[in-house]
């Protein structure tokens, strides 16, 4: 079975522009998540969507958006690109109904803002 | 608010040996799951290990096991007889809830590098 899937691999953009990243999840599940990793700290929740509908956010400001399509894939948008949004972003599914909310993680895509 | 803290930003251990990374939690919600994530340099995340917060024995997987104390709000990893694969970073976090469906919101800690010496 293919793994969360996560596209593209790397991206460099410059500031004030715009990017969107792109996530599927494993065959089946349906709750994607987001997370924004700086070099060197852990990972920082984004964003949560189960059945197409946002279930949580974090501490994030109005420039990070994101959006479930009927398949489950999601995107992750972020607007006005600042120097500080350089990072590894990583998605991760949830399968539904089990014993406990282990997270799948995709290969993640690093962006870099010049 | 979930916090998860890694006091040990990097440890060293020699080839078959074992090692504890420590990692302790505080949180107000009554149930919550808690997890190990091993991130080679490739930087995928890769699950080791889970703990909820009712079990009453420690987890365990192959060579991982959970130390948990509820009581301290520790969850220390154990790894025994320790590889050269085992080298990478090591993140604790939780989620909120200990099953059913918290729909996936993981806290992390900082992180542990963890250096294994042949």
């Known amino acids: 079975d293919a793994g969360v899937t996560q596209s593209p691999t790397h991206l460099i953009k410059t500031r004030g522009q715009h990017v969107t990243l792109r996530c599927s999840p494993i065959s089946g599940h349906k709750s994607v998540s987001w997370y924004q990793q700086v070099l060197g700290q852990g990972p920082q929740f984004i964003f949560q969507y189960y059945e197409k509908e946002e279930r949580g956010r974090g501490n994030f400001p109005d420039r990070f958006s994101a959006r479930q399509f009927p398949n489950y894939s999601s995107e992750l948008n972020v607007n006005a690109l600042l120097l500080g949004d350089s990072a590894l972003y990583l998605c991760?599914?949830?399968?539904?109904?089990?014993?406990?909310?282990?997270?799948?993680f995709g290969p993640g895509t690093r962006l870099t803002v010049l | 608010a979930q916090k998860i803290t890694q006091t040990q930003p990097g440890m060293f251990v020699q080839e078959k040996e074992a090692v504890t990374l420590d990692c302790t939690y505080d949180?107000?919600?009554?149930?919550?799951?808690l997890f190990w994530y091993k991130q080679p340099s490739s930087g995928e995340m890769i699950f080791l290990i889970y703990?909820?917060?009712?079990?009453?024995q420690n987890a365990t997987e192959g060579r991982y096991s959970l130390n948990f104390q509820k009581a301290r709000k520790s969850a220390n990893l154990v790894i025994s007889a320790s590889q050269l694969g085992d080298s990478a970073m090591y993140f604790c976090a939780m989620s909120p809830r200990a099953g059913g469906t918290s729909y996936g919101k993981l806290t992390f800690g900082q992180g542990t590098i963890l250096t294994v010496h042949p």
């Open positions: 949180t107000s919600d009554p149930s919550y799951g």
């Open positions: 991760a599914s949830t399968p539904p109904g089990g014993a406990y909310d282990e997270q799948f």
């Open positions: 703990q909820g917060s009712y079990d009453q």
